[in-house]
């Protein structure tokens, strides 16, 4: 697999893989230095998923006899088999899904998911005993929080989240987690500034740590971006706040589980601007609404769990 920080470091460990080049950098010295390690691998299949001018490019100096990437014009002649995926295929999963039907294979779409190994489970549980928030014969509800992203197009209000935080600790009695990532420290901050309730807020943790906690957490509610997919590909029940963009290509999960997306209907969407006047897809989304998907995807959880038994 090629990826760059964090995805790279994200996908090290999972047994399905055998091999992770990771791309640090964009400059030539750099690019080089990737080039002649995947033709040291001598791989025969290529895959594209991203079809962008460097990566169709990287694929092409691969050394793999076979490549697969988007029919998107002139780099589409640096594959060996083009795709073209119809566009009644919407969601991101059966979009890379569709790349193996050019080799002959079934392009069956699934869930995504993470292997946490179980030293990074047993991490995780105690982490969370640290906490005083594992084990006991009643032991709390555990939700988690991430209150970040990139943009402010994707970002629900830190006053929406303290409301949801407090909501969950009254009726639920639930411990609620803040999580962030690198560079997200201000969105923790402006959390803080609204919350009187009890929460612990994670340090800054390394992705798969990240992904470990999620793992044993009970619910999680994240906007639209990484640590979503993160979330439901560990199996933690998932509501994902929606901006702007759209659901059913980003988020195809409701099919599978506990995982809710929450939107609020506006004329504007889909939306692909990262800046907005208004942003009333977010300050229009009530906390009483993305309450109610948390309660569903935690019964639904809990009823799946209670059928097993049975």
Same mark, same amino acid.
């Given at each position: 697999?090629?990826?760059?920080?964090?995805?790279a470091?994200?996908?090290?460990?999972?047994?399905?893989?055998?091999?992770?080049?990771?791309?640090?950098?964009?400059?030539?010295?750099?690019?080089?230095?990737?080039?002649?390690?995947?033709?040291?691998?001598?791989?025969?299949?290529?895959?594209?998923?991203?079809?962008?001018?460097?990566?169709?490019?990287?694929?092409?100096?691969?050394?793999?006899?076979?490549?697969v990437?988007?029919?998107?014009?002139?780099?589409?002649?640096?594959?060996?088999?083009? $795709?073209?995926?119809? +566009?009644?295929? @919407? !969601? %991101?999963?059966?979009?890379?899904?569709?790349?193996?039907?050019?080799? /002959?294979?079934?392009?069956?779409?699934?869930?995504?998911?993470?292997?946490?190994?179980?030293?990074?489970?047993?991490?995780?549980?105690?982490?969370?005993?640290?906490?005083?928030?594992?084990?006991?014969?009643?032991?709390?509800?555990?939700?988690?929080?991430?209150p970040?992203?990139?943009?402010?197009?994707?970002?629900?209000?830190a006053?929406?989240?303290?409301?949801?935080?407090?909501?969950?600790?009254?009726?639920?009695?639930?411990?609620?987690?803040?999580?962030?990532?690198?560079?997200?420290?201000?969105?923790v901050?402006?959390?803080?500034?609204?919350?009187?309730?009890?929460?612990?807020? $994670?340090?800054?943790? +390394?992705?798969? @740590? !990240? %992904?470990?906690?999620?793992?044993?957490?009970?619910?999680?509610?994240? /906007?639209?971006?990484?640590?979503?997919?993160?979330?439901?590909?560990?199996?933690?029940?998932?509501?994902?706040?929606?901006?702007?963009?759209?659901?059913?290509?980003?988020?195809?999960y409701?099919?599978?589980?506990?995982?809710?997306?929450?939107?609020?209907?506006?004329?504007?969407?889909?939306?692909?601007?990262?800046?907005?006047?208004?942003?009333?897809?977010?300050?229009?989304?009530?906390?009483?609404?993305?309450?109610?998907?948390?309660?569903?995807?935690?019964?639904?959880?809990?009823?799946?769990?209670?059928?097993?038994?049975?």
């Amino acid at each position: 697999y090629l990826a760059k920080p964090p995805a790279a470091d994200l996908l090290a460990g999972e047994p399905c893989i055998a091999n992770i080049h990771a791309l640090s950098g964009d400059g030539f010295a750099e690019t080089l230095k990737l080039v002649r390690a995947l033709r040291r691998r001598r791989y025969a299949l290529a895959v594209d998923l991203l079809a962008n001018p460097r990566s169709a490019l990287l694929t092409r100096l691969s050394g793999a006899s076979v490549r697969v990437g988007g029919a998107r014009r002139i780099r589409r002649h640096l594959y060996t088999h083009q $795709v073209s995926v119809p +566009p009644d295929i @919407r !969601a %991101a999963t059966g979009f890379h899904a569709h790349h193996l039907e050019a080799i /002959g294979m079934e392009a069956a779409e699934r869930k995504p998911s993470l292997t946490m190994a179980p030293e990074e489970r047993a991490w995780a549980d105690e982490f969370l005993a640290s906490l005083g928030a594992q084990g006991g014969k009643n032991p709390a509800i555990r939700i988690g929080i991430h209150p970040g992203g990139p943009w402010e197009v994707k970002r629900w209000p830190a006053p929406y989240f303290a409301r949801l935080a407090r909501a969950l600790r009254r009726k639920l009695g639930a411990r609620i987690f803040v999580i962030a990532g690198p560079g997200e420290e201000q969105h923790v901050e402006n959390l803080k500034a609204h919350l009187e309730t009890d929460v612990v807020f $994670v340090p800054l943790l +390394p992705v798969r @740590r !990240a %992904a470990a906690l999620i793992s044993r957490l009970d619910c999680m509610i994240v /906007g639209d971006g990484g640590i979503m997919h993160v979330s439901v590909a560990v199996d933690t029940p998932t509501v994902g706040i929606f901006g702007g963009s759209e659901p059913d290509i980003w988020f195809p999960y409701e099919r599978y589980g506990p995982y809710r997306a929450a939107v609020y209907p506006i004329e504007c969407r889909p939306c692909h601007s990262h800046t907005c006047e208004h942003l009333s897809c977010l300050r229009e989304l009530s906390v009483e609404k993305v309450e109610k998907l948390v309660f569903a995807a935690i019964e639904e959880r809990s009823a799946a769990r209670n059928h097993g038994r049975s």
